[in-house]
């Protein structure tokens, strides 16, 4: 069963435009990570915050954790034709070894220019 | 630094028979896991090797079963395999880090079942 749920399933934006996508989790965890994945390929790491950590930004990414709420967003600013992908979420239970993770369903992303 | 390699990249088995999969950590990483994605259930743990021994296992019938060598390289295997296998195959990799695991991931290796 999956660990997560990602809102929204699907976005569709202009290039240029913000994408913003949740992940809600249900039980305790040790970090979250963010993936993306272009049709028909493998997992790209994008970035990983740990449960102490509220918020960490890599480049165009800004990403927030509240664990209070069990939740997580991931913010795209100036997105491009090149971000159209399905991305998730991806957890690290406290009572799982550290490597394994569950997903979230991900949701898909298409920008157009 | 090289990343995740996996092999092959795509197969077709038919019903019934087995098949072997092939994973390559990044140079250092003991971790390695298996993951199935399918477009029905999405990215699903298969199980997690460390230092040889399975740490942990996911909820798969034993058709599904694994192996990690000495040199951290790992093996999947599918027998008698059944339609409902057709699905993506992911291996990634990981090590202990201060600042997080930061698992990653192959390219995966596509298997249709027919």
């Known amino acids: 069963s999956q660990q997560g749920e990602e809102d929204p399933q699907a976005l569709s934006i202009q290039e240029g435009e913000n994408a913003t996508m949740n992940c809600s989790y249900k039980t305790s965890i040790n970090n979250l990570q963010w993936y993306r994945q272009n049709s028909g390929r493998g997992l790209v790491h994008l970035i990983l915050i740990r449960s102490n950590e509220r918020e960490k930004h890599s480049g165009r990414l800004r990403v927030t954790l509240d664990t209070s709420k069990k939740s997580s967003s991931l913010l795209i600013t100036a997105s491009r034709a090149a971000d159209t992908a399905s991305y998730f979420c991806a957890t690290t239970l406290t009572t799982d070894s550290w490597g394994k993770l569950q997903f979230g369903a991900g949701t898909q992303v298409v920008v157009t220019p | 630094k090289a990343g995740v390699t996996q092999t092959p990249r795509y197969l077709i088995k038919t019903r019934g028979q087995q098949v072997t999969l092939s994973c390559s950590p990044i140079s250092g990483h003991r971790s390695v896991s298996w993951y199935q994605q399918t477009p029905g259930q999405g990215l699903q743990f298969l199980f997690e090797?460390?230092?040889?021994?399975?740490?942990n296992k996911g909820n798969f019938p034993g058709r599904f079963s694994g192996r990690q060598f000495s040199n951290s390289r790992s093996e999947m295997n599918v027998s008698t395999l059944e339609l409902g296998d057709s699905a993506l195959y992911l291996c990634?990799?990981?090590?202990?880090?201060?600042?997080?695991?930061?698992?990653?991931f192959g390219e995966g290796s596509w298997l249709t079942v027919v």
């Open positions: 090797y460390f230092s040889e021994t399975q740490r």
């Open positions: 990634a990799s990981a090590t202990a880090s201060s600042s997080g695991n930061t698992i990653y």
